[in-house]
């Protein structure tokens, strides 16, 4: 059944240096080269190791820690809708709202303006972590798609329709036809094959309240934990499903955290989603 809906829910890393050599890190296929002395420490071996471990998202962080030199950078970032027909999630992108002028960048302990060369390196890789993060939120928002699907197949299973039509206390005829009637019989009272077209009634007539609520509300406390949108009511989610082939889900937010992103993704919390 097709049911489209729309429903809105409305690091802790010291890094020294910039190593050149991270800078092409982009995917799990590249394993980043051990940056030479003065390059990046950490603050334990742990946190070593996730970086190499987890080095997709290597240029977040090392964004992140640039960022963080410098006296006058912003990095405020959204995620938008690219395409209204559908609500897929290739109909977002990720992008930066402001990250002011590096140039205008100034270090924190002299005052003296940022130099070009490593104006020019911040500038790449800012390029490169809104191209990631575009395939982050498209990765996050399968996984959004997935937990509805999974609710709405649950709540469609012969278990879940059985126990809605015993708590609602629905009567049949003895053909499993709805009988609101005093001779109607309740649904445990009921042959094997009228019960079976007592859940197709059910079934037919659709789940008539806002059964996505909890699934998105779940999901607007994680995405709000991750650094997206600055409260529950700033996310929203929209899907359609779950038969067609442009079925799908998307969030979009008006502000992003990327400070608060990579804390998350350090603390390991991200890999069930396998960003």
Known sequence: MNNPAIAECAVD????????????????????????EGGVSFTTSDMRD?????????????LVSEADKWEGSTLDGHVTRISH?????????FQWSDYNYTREWTDKGTGERIPEKAALAIDELIDKVEKLMTRHVRTISKHIYRDLEKEYNYLNSE????????????????????????????????SDRAKEKAREWYTSNGIDYDWWEDVCDTWKSRLNEMGFG?????????????????????????SFDIRAYAR???????KDLGL
Not at 182 to 189: L, P, Q
Not at 241 to 252: L, V
């Open 13 to 36: 890393i010291m890094l020294d240096a910039f190593p050149a050599q991270q800078e092409g890190v982009e995917s799990s296929s590249a394993v980043p080269t051990p940056p030479a």
């Open 50 to 62: 996730l970086f190499y471990s987890s080095h997709t998202y290597g240029p977040i962080l090392l």
């Open 85 to 93: 027909q559908y609500l897929h999630e290739n109909t977002i992108i």
């Open 159 to 190: 278990e879940s329709v059985a126990e809605i039509i015993r708590a609602n206390i629905y009567k049949f005829d003895e053909d499993g036809e709805y009988d609101d009637s005093e001779e109607g019989v309740e649904y445990d009272d009921l």
């Open 230 to 254: 600055s409260g529950p009511e700033y996310v929203n989610i929209g899907f359609s499903g779950f038969s067609s082939q442009g079925d799908g889900a998307s969030f979009t937010c008006k």
């Open 264 to 270: 998350y993704l350090v603390s390991g919390k991200a």
